[in-house]
């Protein structure tokens, strides 16, 4: 048996996986501490509101947008996050020969023309709060290069918390090996080492609607 039918729809969908990670997550912590819940994907919104379910704990969304390569539309070579983090994939920026005042230049232009509108449309303009002393999970459907994990890292680190986690039901062995330093823990069911795309093993993966976005959201804002 091959590696990607071993794990081909593993997961029957979002709930299935939140359920699953609510039993390597220590759920009692997560309660008692008031562990901040942090999704950095629009499916990592709603595996975040399913793990969260009753608690009282809050959940909000760090958004960062990718940067691309000039000559390749498909090929991600950097992220900058809502605070203006910026992680780069240096072997990619090397590799295509790219000038560090692009990428600190696309990074500027995706902050004002897509972060800012994503915080005003589902924060009503509210910045990301800060996490200095805080209990932070950090979540995600799957995680295929690690980009949006080590950026959301990088942004709430700089805020000083008492601890960052990761929570993510399926991920790269090498991204995994990636993400462990950063973190004081990882949460996943399954680190497979020929990841093909999150897609793949989960059943079913429905598009995340705005409308669950912003009521998501919108009860984090009313609590």
């Avoid at 009503?124 to 709060?129: L, Q, V, Y």
């Avoid at 079913?204 to 705005?210: I, P, Q, T």
């Amino acid at each position: 048996m091959t590696l990607i039918k071993k794990y081909k729809n593993i997961l029957k969908n979002r709930e299935d996986a939140a359920k699953k990670l609510c039993d390597v997550i220590p759920m009692q912590k997560l309660k008692d501490e008031a562990w901040k819940i942090i999704a950095v994907s629009k499916g990592g919104l709603e595996m975040a509101a399913l793990i969260k379910g009753k608690l009282l704990n809050k959940v909000d969304f760090l958004f960062s947008a990718a940067i691309l390569a000039p000559n390749n539309s498909q090929c991600e070579v950097a992220r900058v996050s809502e605070n203006e983090e910026i992680v780069m994939n240096e072997k990619l920026v090397h590799a295509f020969d790219i000038k560090y005042d692009y990428i600190y230049g696309e990074a500027r232009r995706k902050h004002e023309e897509k972060i800012l509108s994503y915080m005003y449309k589902y924060r009503k303009g509210r910045h990301f709060p800060s996490m200095e002393d805080e209990i932070v999970l950090l979540i995600d459907e799957g995680s295929e290069t690690g980009s949006k994990f080590m950026t959301a890292l990088k942004t709430v680190l700089a805020q000083k918390p008492k601890a960052v986690y990761i929570a993510v039901p399926v991920l790269p062995t090498d991204v995994l090996e990636l993400l462990e330093p950063f973190a004081d823990d990882v949460y996943y069911l399954h680190a497979i080492d020929d990841f093909v795309e999150t897609t793949l093993y989960y059943e079913n993966l429905d598009e995340v609607s705005e409308e669950k976005i912003e009521k998501i959201l919108g009860a984090k804002i009313e609590v």
